[in-house]
């Protein structure tokens, strides 16, 4: 498993986030809980979303969180 898994945290909440959690990843490539990107969005949008889906499911597909 990943060592993302214990170091991302959600940049609302500030509590790691888990890998069958769902998440939204912006096109910054930022990771923040879907609940809160949900409920911060009918206030105003925070970024655009690129993809959705477990936290797990975003790491496998994303190049980007594979460890060197």
Known sequence: MSVIFEKLRCPIYSVSVKPEEKVILG??????????????????????????GTFEQIVDAYELFNEE
């Open 27 to 52: 096109t910054i490539n930022t990771v923040i809980y879907y609940e809160c990107y949900q409920a911060h969005a009918l206030r105003r949008p925070l970024f655009p979303v690129r993809d959705e």
